[in-house]
Each structure stands twice: as structure tokens, then as C-alpha cells.
């Protein structure tokens, strides 16, 4: 099933979505200048287009959420898309770790055994915070469930996007129409979106942040971007590669800063010895790139925001463990949209510093808050004053 999806992550693949990607980002664009004269919650403007992109890239369907114009049958008449952002934001921010999370979820951390059987009473009451989310994610899994209906009732439905590789797939041999229950896929199609858009927009979201509070690192990465060429050349798949590698570092160093996922969880399929501790079958093993990634043996001063540690002639890089940088995780169950991700983040950071740059707002908060929760998350979101490049000059930086 993974090499089912797989192949859609592929350089192949991922080259002829850079038109796709490259128009959500020019209409989110569209959307800044409109309110050029406030300041922006970046974070969902971000949410909305990487949602957007995941939503035609892996579903095939234009969710409308960046400022576009999706097609009339996809478009609600009563708000829907508005409705379907808020379920899905809030499903996203509502899976927290900590002490501001549902009553189960606290219960959880002091008496994990007791945390499952009281979710499944308190999600029955309503008014309770675990109501609310179960009621979320019904509305949110109901809605992708529609969609997965519609996609496998079409004959002719092509083979581009993840919901149409696996109804292909489910449809092509009786062992995999057993496997490829719709509820299962109503699941995965679930998984994928949020593992697909919270983490990119988290992450693009840190990049702007990050950037706007260092303006060493702005002028630099905004050279390489004007060095490029003219604005209006939009760079392909290879330029992406090549091109940009002040933009690389940028990136790498602002996933280090704020590690999105900061916990990744194995279970041992069998007994297992690990540095000296022999671990019996099924006992879960968590990594924690987010402690990693702010170790100073391998990230010397780490609390600095510092993009040329990951430059290649550097011997801070070179001489790094290979394995101390994980955001995407490891092994043959890492992230299978890094590249997909990776590529939307640069051509979102390309467009925007060819046009904009930007600062804190004056209401955000400092220092940054967070969310923990399966993806790490902003309390209050991040609050960016957007400047025209045209008018930076005017910028005390
Ligand atoms: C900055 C963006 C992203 C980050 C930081 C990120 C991070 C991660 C991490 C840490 C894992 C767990 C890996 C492991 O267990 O070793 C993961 C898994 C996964 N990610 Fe991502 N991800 C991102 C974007 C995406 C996108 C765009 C997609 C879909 C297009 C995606 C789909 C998945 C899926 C399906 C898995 C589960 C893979 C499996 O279990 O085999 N992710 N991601």
C-alpha cells in the first residue's frame, strides 16, 4: 500500500504539480495584497493554502480555502468550505499533549490506563471537550467520506492523485478490494490530510517567522532569490533542487528551531537489543528529533536561529552525525511527503520574498507560544505586517 502512494511522491510526479501548487500559492498571494493594509494571521493563511494543495493534489478536489475560484458543484452555497476549515483547524489544534487539552487527554498523562475509557464516556456528553472533538471529526470524516464515495462511483477517474491510486489499486484484484475497505480509506484519506497539511503550514509559517526577526539572514536569502531571475519566472522541479541553497538552509535550520513533530513512535515487531537495554516484543520505542535537533554537541549554540550551520562547506555540517537532523523521520516508515512538502515551502518562500517582506505584529505575543499536541502547533498563531518589497526601503530593520 505504501508503494502505492509512494509513487505519486516521486520527482516525476512531483515536477507536473509545481503549476498546481504554484496557482493556490499565487491566489493566497492575491489574498495579502487585498489586506496588504493589516496585519495577516500567516498561520491560517498558510493552513488554508497547504490544505488546498493537499486536497488537489491528494484528492483531486479544489476545497476553495486560498482565495480561488473552485468549480461551482465543489464550491458550498452556505458556507460550507468556511465550515469545513474551522472542523479542520480545530481538529488540528485540539489534538494536544499537554494540561490545555480535553479531560481525557489530561487523565491520560497522569493515569494513562484510565484515559480511554473515559473518553468513550465523556465524547457522549455534550458540552465536554472530548464531545466536541468527537463531534469534529464525525462532521470532517463524513465529509471526506463523501468525497471517496463520488471519486469511486467515476469510471474514468485517471490515476494522478492518492484517492484515485488506491481506489486503482482496491479496484484492480479481490485481495486488495478486502484490504481497501471504504471506511479504511475514508481513514487514510483523513491521515493523509492532516499529516499533509498542518506540518507544511507549520513549518512554512516558522520559515516567515524565524525570518522576519533576522534580517541578516532576509537580505541574503532574499539575493539569491532576485538572483534567480526575473519574478514572474517560475522555477522548475531541477531549479528547486540547485538553485536555492541559502533557501535549503533556510529551511533546514527553521524545522531545527521548531522540530513539527517533535516525537516519532516505533513498536518492536520482535525482541530487540538497543544501547544495552533489551526491549521484548511490542514495547514502544518513542524518537525525539525535537530533543535532538536542539542537542549543542551536535548543534553548537543551538538556541541561535543560525541557517549557514547547514551550509556543506561548513564543518559544523560536515562534521554533524548524519542522523542528527530528522524532521521527516527514518527508516522505511519516514515521512513520504518530505519532497512533496519541501518543494510547496520553497515555491511558497520564492513568491512571497519576490514581493513581500515581512515583520512580527505588534500583537504578537513574545515570547512565541505553542501547542503540543501529534503535530506542535502556534497558541495564537503567527502575526506577520506584511511590507511590499517596493516600499521595504521605508523599513527600519
Ligand atoms: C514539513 C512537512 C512535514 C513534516 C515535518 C512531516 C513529518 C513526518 C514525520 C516525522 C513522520 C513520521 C516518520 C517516522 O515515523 O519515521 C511522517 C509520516 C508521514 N507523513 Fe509527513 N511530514 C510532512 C509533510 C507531509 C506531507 C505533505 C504528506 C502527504 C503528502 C505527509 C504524509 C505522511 C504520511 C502518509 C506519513 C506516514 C508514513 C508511514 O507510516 O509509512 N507528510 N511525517
Not at 493566497?28 to 494571521?41: E, G, I, Y
Not at 476553495?64 to 479542520?88: A, M, N, Q, T
Request: hydrophobic share 35%.
Amino acid at each position: 500500500m505504501r508503494n502505492t502512494i509512494i509513487s505519486l511522491y516521486q520527482p516525476t510526479h512531483l515536477a507536473g504539480l509545481i503549476p498546481t501548487m504554484q496557482s493556490y500559492i499565487d491566489s493566497a498571494t492575491r489574498h495579502l495584497s487585498s489586506t496588504q493594509k493589516d496585519d495577516v494571521t500567516f498561520s491560517d493563511l498558510s493552513l488554508r493554502l497547504a490544505t488546498d494543495v493537499i486536497g488537489e493534489a491528494a484528492f483531486g478536489v479544489d476545497f476553495g480555502l486560498s482565495g480561488g475560484s473552485p468549480p461551482d458543484d465543489e464550491r458550498s452555497k452556505d458556507g460550507e468550505v468556511s465550515e469545513f476549515i474551522k472542523e479542520h483547524i480545530y481538529s488540528t489544534t485540539s489534538l494536544k499533549m499537554d494540561l490545555s487539552g480535553s479531560f481525557s487527554i489530561v487523565l491520560g498523562l497522569l493515569v494513562p490506563v484510565l484515559q480511554e475509557p473515559v473518553r468513550q464516556l465523556l465524547k457522549r456528553i455534550p458540552g465536554t471537550a472530548d464531545w466536541k472533538i468527537h463531534q469534529t471529526n464525525l462532521k470532517l470524516s463524513k465529509r471526506l467520506e463523501e468525497i471517496v464515495a463520488k471519486r469511486a462511483s467515476e469510471r474514468d477517474r485517471g490515476s494522478k492523485d492518492f484517492l484515485s491510486a488506491i481506489l486503482n489499486a482496491r479496484d484492480s484484484d479481490g485481495a486488495s478490494r478486502k484490504l481497501f475497505t471504504s471506511d479504511y480509506i475514508s481513514a487514510l484519506a483523513y491521515e493523509h490530510l492532516l499529516a499533509g497539511s498542518a506540518t507544511t503550514s507549520f513549518t512554512l509559517s516558522s520559515v516567515l517567522y524565524l525570518v522576519s526577526k533576522h534580517p541578516e539572514v532576509e537580505q541574503k536569502l532574499v539575493r539569491e532569490i532576485d538572483g534567480f531571475g526575473p519574478s514572474d519566472l517560475i522555477p522548475t522541479f531541477d531549479d528547486l533542487q540547485h538553485e536555492f541553497p541559502y533557501l535549503d538552509q533556510v529551511i533546514k535550520e527553521a524545522m531545527r528551531f521548531y522540530t513539527v513533530s517533535p516525537l516519532v513512535a516505533r513498536e518492536t515487531s520482535q525482541p530487540v537489543e538497543v544501547g544495552g537495554f533489551l526491549l521484548p516484543k511490542g514495547t514502544w520505542v518513542w524518537l525525539a528529533p525535537g530533543v535532538l535537533a536542539k542537542d549543542p554537541k551536535h548543534f553548537p549554540e543551538p538556541h541561535l536561529f543560525r541557517p549557514e550551520r547547514f551550509d556543506p562547506a561548513c564543518d559544523e555540517e560536515k562534521q554533524r552525525h548524519p542522523y542528527a537532523h530528522i524532521p521527516f523521520g527514518i527508516g522505511p516508515r519516514a515521512c513520504i511527503g518530505q519532497k512533496f512538502s519541501l518543494q510547496e515551502i520553497k515555491l511558497a518562500v520564492i513568491h512571497l520574498y519576490r514581493r513581500y517582506v515581512f515583520r512580527h505584529s505588534p500583537s504578537m505575543e513574545s515570547p512565541l507560544e505553542f501547542q503540543y499536541g501529534v503535530v506542535l502547533n502556534f497558541k495564537h498563531g503567527v502575526k506577520l505586517r506584511v511590507i511590499r518589497r517596493s516600499e521595504a526601503c521605508h523599513v527600519i530593520i
